[in-house]
């Protein structure tokens, strides 16, 4: 079994792309939790990178893939989404049904590099880790998985080496990091 981790970047100001010092301690508080990774990929966008970083990871590679949705998709995903509401517009089929599978084999040909039990680090935004966790699952009860993904959520998906298997939705609590 392979592991992907998917995770929403961490505090920042509003429409800010950096961090700032309390995303940074969230940040490194769930650093402290988590890992290690064989790989560590996050968007181009900054907060994603300084993200990773203040985790305490190295960053192998900065995808433009995991940047945007792109406005054809976010035209077809009302914000906020909870992944129940992606998973209806990903089954309407289409700029969201065609961006959630692209997110899928992105991230399996991330997988398919490692060996057995190996792990990837994906930090990126929160619009992408429902829709990519969607499509990589796209039977499972979404209205189970809960609302939006906050600052440092994300899934962890598990992968047989052919297709994705389950899901763990990570949830934090902000309150407790100071």
């Not at 309390?22 to 181009?44: K, N, Q, W, Y």
């Not at 930090?123 to 979404?142: I, R, S, Y």
């Amino acid at each position: 079994m392979r592991i992907l981790e998917v995770r929403r970047h961490s505090m920042r100001t509003k429409s800010g792309q950096h961090l700032f010092q309390a995303g940074v301690a969230l940040a490194r508080h769930l650093g402290d939790e988590i890992g290690p990774f064989d790989r560590v990929v996050t968007s181009t966008i900054p907060r994603a990178f300084e993200t990773a970083i203040a985790m305490g990871f190295a960053v192998d590679e900065q995808c433009e893939q995991l940047s945007t949705m792109g406005d054809d998709v976010d035209a077809e995903i009302q914000r906020p989404a909870s992944f129940a509401q992606v998973a209806q517009a990903i089954r309407q089929g289409g700029a969201a049904a065609r961006f959630a599978q692209e997110q899928v084999e992105l991230w399996r040909s991330l997988l398919v590099a490692l060996p057995e039990g190996g792990r990837v680090l994906v930090v990126t935004h929160g619009g992408l880790v429902k829709a990519g966790a969607v499509a990589c699952l796209p039977d499972a009860d979404h209205s189970r998985w809960g609302p939006v993904c906050d600052y440092c959520e994300g899934v962890r998906l598990y992968f047989d080496g052919q297709q994705f298997t389950t899901a763990e939705i990570l949830r934090m609590k902000h309150d407790d990091v100071s």
